[in-house]
Every structure is written in structure tokens, then in C-alpha cells.
């Protein structure tokens, strides 16, 4: 699967932070629904060979969520899990994001998702993730992010275009 849209994903050496910006070829209220709906979600986050499933999702000031990554044999990988702080339709969404895999808690980042209106209805996504350190960040990166943003995206894509 190819896609005309590609992502950026822009992580400076030396910051904590991430910056992840995609364009899709979608109404910005389509793509904001996509962020927000636990079903639509786990049909494209993630690396093409995984399986997301959402425990828990309450997308508004003050919900929180979780969610867990399997191989396509069932097989638990990963589990992450955060706060909503704002969800302002189809505007923007404020969260934090943990990791479970690690050996302490606490390694947080707090993101912000803005959903930005082009023309020829279009919709521009920012990603800001601001991590507790720069170690952190380094983690994340190293981690297999990139991949499973990219694929995330690509399948994203291709849901949008059946809606």
C-alpha cells in the first residue's frame, strides 16, 4: 500500500519533543471521528501486522483510555494507556500517552492532536508529543514508532475513502 500523502515525523536531537504531520485527503470532520472513535481506532492504528483493541475509551475532558497491541496469532505485545484533557471537536485533542512495557511508570508525554481544515477538503493533522526527557523521546523513536505511524496512516487512508 502507497499513499500521495506522506508523514512527516521530525524529532530533534537534544529535545524531548516529536512532531508527527500528515495530510489526508478527507473533511477535517472525518478525520477528527477517525481520532475519536474507538472502533474506527483499532481498525487503523498501528503496524499492519498488529491488532489493536481498545479496553477503554471516554474521548472527553477528564476520560482516559486504554488499549493493547497483539500479534495476528492473539499473542499480547504491548499496552499503553492515558488521560484526555480536551477533545474539542473537529478541533484538536490534548492527552498524555504511557507506554506499560517499561520497568517504572511515570515516562509520560503529553500530546497535542490539532486538526487543521485545507482547502479542497482536505485536512492537515499536527502531532506535538512532549516527553519527560530526552531519553524518553530517544525511546520511543527507537522503538518502531516511525513504522507503525506510517502504517497507521496508510490504513487510515484507505478507511477514509470508504466513508
Known amino acids: ?12 536531537p537534544g529535545k524531548q519533543e516529536v512532531y508527527i504531520v500528515r495530510e489526508f485527503d478527507a ?8 481520532h475519536t472513535d474507538a472502533d474506527m ?12 483493541k481498545f479496553e477503554k475509551f471516554d474521548p472527553r475532558p477528564g ?3 486504554r488499549y493493547t497491541v497483539s500479534s495476528q496469532d492473539g499473542k499480547e505485545i504491548a499496552g499503553f494507556h492515558g488521560s484526555i484533557h480536551e477533545a474539542t471537536a473537529p478541533e484538536r485533542v490534548i492527552q498524555t500517552f504511557e507506554f506499560e512495557g517499561l520497568p517504572e511508570r511515570g515516562h509520560v508525554a503529553m500530546e497535542t492532536a490539532l486538526f487543521e481544515e485545507l482547502a479542497g477538503n482536505r485536512t492537515k493533522v499536527t502531532i506535538h508529543s512532549v516527553f519527560r526527557s ?10 518502531g514508532m516511525e513504522t507503525g505511524v506510517n502504517d497507521g496512516y496508510e490504513k487510515l ?4 475513502r470508504q466513508m
Open 1 to 12: 500500500m502507497s499513499t500521495k500523502n506522506q508523514t512527516s515525523i521530525i524529532a530533534e
Open 134 to 143: 530526552v531519553a524518553d523521546r530517544d525511546g520511543m523513536m527507537q522503538s
Open 41 to 52: 481506532l483499532a481498525q487503523w492504528m498501528g503496524p499492519a501486522d498488529r491488532v489493536v
Open 157 to 160: 487512508d484507505a478507511l477514509l
Open 27 to 34: 473533511p477535517r470532520d472525518m478525520v477528527y471521528k477517525a
Open 63 to 65: 476520560g482516559s483510555y
